[in-house]
């Protein structure tokens, strides 16, 4: 592994170039991911929470973009939900490594509304809608075989009954306090831009890297 090397061409990340707000630059680089046919799903994201001075990280998926959020969704009773439960600061990646980029955010979490939960589930397809039930995320199960079972139970009950959200699945909207955007560079001198909110305005900085 220590012979592993990647020099770094593709970009650059100049000051001149930058716009005053941090979703503006995400959003460019989004749809520069959206249109590369080497990211498969340029809306995954590594979520990394911290609670009782333990941290946890797993990639979950970018749902929508707002003025002032990345909202996320999963179930509230999962190890992300009750740890965002007890400290609600966290870190979202994007690790675009095909581009020679990634972008930090660090922010705090909240529920999204019920209702938008609730329109968001109805959006699914249904085979997604079962899954929500099917899985006690995070919880310890015996089999494969006990998870498909209990799918095709609940296949069975809602062909003939509504299929409505659980009460333990819904949205989260972070919040970001800095943005951090990083381009790969030759020699190792990658630039590293954040954007840092504060006495609210967007300020921007560069880190040596």
């Given at each position: 592994m220590k012979d592993l090397r990647q020099n770094y061409t593709l970009g650059s990340l100049l000051e001149e170039n930058l716009p005053s707000s941090p979703f503006d630059l995400f959003q460019a680089w989004f749809e520069e991911a959206m249109s590369s046919d080497k990211?498969?799903?340029p809306n995954a994201m590594v979520l990394s929470t911290c609670a009782d001075n333990k941290v946890d990280s797993r990639i979950v998926l970018l749902k929508d973009l707002r003025e002032k959020q990345f909202v996320f969704y999963s179930n509230y009773t999962s190890h992300k939900g009750t740890q965002l439960e007890?400290?609600?600061h966290c870190n979202l990646l994007f690790p675009w490594v095909e581009l020679q980029r990634q972008i930090i955010i660090r922010g705090e979490a909240a529920?999204?509304?019920e209702s938008e939960s609730i329109e968001y589930f109805a959006?699914?397809?249904v085979s997604s809608q079962l899954g929500a039930w099917v899985s006690e995320q995070s919880k310890p199960v015996s089999s494969r075989m006990d998870l498909e079972s209990r799918l095709e139970k609940l296949t069975t009950f809602y062909s003939?009954?509504?299929l409505t959200k659980p009460e333990n699945w819904g949205g989260y909207e972070v919040t970001p306090l800095q943005i951090e955007f990083w381009q790969g560079r030759e020699n190792r001198l990658h630039d590293r831009i954040v954007y840092s909110y504060e006495n609210n305005e967007?300020?921007?900085s560069r880190l040596q890297p």
């Open positions: 990211i498969l799903e007890k400290n609600p529920k999204v509304s959006s699914r397809p003939t009954n509504k967007w300020k921007i």
